[in-house]
């Protein structure tokens, strides 16, 4: 079955970075564009970024663009999101996702998505 395990959350101070992981295994990676959604606490799925099948297309979310970048590998089967520059305001439970979405074309929860990683930004 379709696994998604995302890592590399933590508590950073503001101005840190952080590099998340996903793991995906049980579906053809290569043939799937991927997702960051983020869940803030008390609050709704906020889309984050997206990837194409080769990494050659990415979008963001205004509220991270230039501060964080999606990438994949294919030969892994694995999923990035290098976050710099981080804000109070990130603090969030991070998932991966198996799918495509936009400022217009909201995250799914039909999707299949991980179980989140944590990332805490406070001094």
């Known amino acids: 079955q379709v696994r998604l395990v995302e890592s590399g959350g933590g508590l950073v101070q503001p101005g840190g970075s952080l590099r998340l992981s996903c793991a995906a295994s049980?579906?053809?990676?290569?043939?799937?564009?991927m997702s960051w959604v983020r869940q803030a606490p008390g609050k709704g799925p906020e889309w984050v970024s997206s990837i194409s099948i080769l990494g050659g297309r990415t979008k963001y979310a205004d509220s991270v663009k230039g501060r964080f970048t999606i990438s994949r590998d294919n030969a892994k089967n694995t999923l990035y999101l290098q976050m710099n520059v981080l804000k109070p305001e990130d603090t969030a439970l991070y998932y991966c996702?198996?799918?495509?979405?936009?400022?217009?074309?909201?995250?799914?929860?039909?999707?299949?998505w991980g179980q989140g990683t944590q990332v805490t930004v406070s001094s």
């Open positions: 049980g579906f053809t990676f290569s043939s799937n564009y």
């Open positions: 996702a198996r799918g495509d979405y936009s400022d217009y074309v909201p995250p799914s929860k039909n999707d299949d």
